[in-house]
């Protein structure tokens, strides 16, 4: 199998594990993915069926396809997010970054979403650092670039608290829930995490303060 640069691999910040996507995911993201529907919802993709079929076991196997697809030429590092708890991992969410593009450019799109029941742990804030210092460090990557509806405060919050910069606004940019939205630009690259030695520690020493 080809090893893409910085990929297949394991991250990890105390209790949050991010790790690739396994086929034997289907029945937990699916089951999470269900139960999320309002709360994913209006920040996602129209999907082009109902939820529950574009949701299903069946559908995370297309899913799983196009991300292992994806990653295996280097354009996409998806991550499950799980919590270890008592050394059993519990699957949370979602993170990818996708739309690589190497060469002069070095820079990727970062998605994510997480289980409601766990919102407000600053598990996101944990994930997207880590992502983003594997990125800069194993991933030969220089830019990394988050993409949020002005509604979506939560998400915006994730950026915020982060320090990643408020870089440009997008009207009528992507298709989610339905319309094109308005989304805002925020990007970090390697020179702004330099001085705090990558985005982890920069998250660590900001969430103590
Ligand atoms: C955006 C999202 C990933 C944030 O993840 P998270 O792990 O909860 O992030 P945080 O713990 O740092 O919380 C971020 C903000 O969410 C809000 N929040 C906190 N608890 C919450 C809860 N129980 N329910 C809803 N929002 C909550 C707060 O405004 C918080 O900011 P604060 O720390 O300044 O108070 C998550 O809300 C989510 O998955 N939303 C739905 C999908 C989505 O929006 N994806 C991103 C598209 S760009």
Excluded at 48 to 77: C, D, H, T
Excluded at 105 to 113: E, T
Excluded at 157 to 170: D, S
């Amino acid at each position: 199998m080809t090893r893409a640069l910085g990929y297949p691999t394991v991250l990890r910040d105390g209790p949050v594990l991010l790790r690739p996507y396994k086929r034997s995911d289907a029945q937990d993201w699916s089951q999470v993915r269900i139960r999320n529907q309002p709360w994913l919802a209006p920040w996602e993709a129209t999907p082009i069926g109902p939820w529950a079929q574009m949701n299903s076991p069946a559908s995370f196997r297309l899913v799983y396809k196009g991300l292992k697809e994806a990653a295996k030429i280097g354009e996409a590092m998806p991550f499950a997010i799980c919590l270890v708890e008592d050394g059993r991992e519990r699957f949370v969410g979602h993170i990818n970054l996708g739309n690589i593009v190497r060469r002069a450019f070095a820079s990727a799109y970062c998605g994510y979403w997480i289980d409601s029941r766990v919102a407000g742990q600053g598990i996101m804030p944990t994930a997207l650092a880590l992502v983003v210092d594997h990125a800069f460090s194993s991933g030969g990557l220089h830019r990394v670039e988050v993409n949020i509806r002005p509604e979506n405060k939560a998400s915006r919050r994730v950026a915020e608290k982060l320090g990643l910069r408020e870089e440009a606004y997008h009207p009528h940019y992507m298709f989610i829930d339905g319309a094109w939205r308005d989304h805002i630009g925020y990007g970090v690259t390697i020179e702004d995490v330099l001085a705090d030695g990558g985005l982890v520690r920069r998250w660590h020493r900001l969430r103590a303060a």
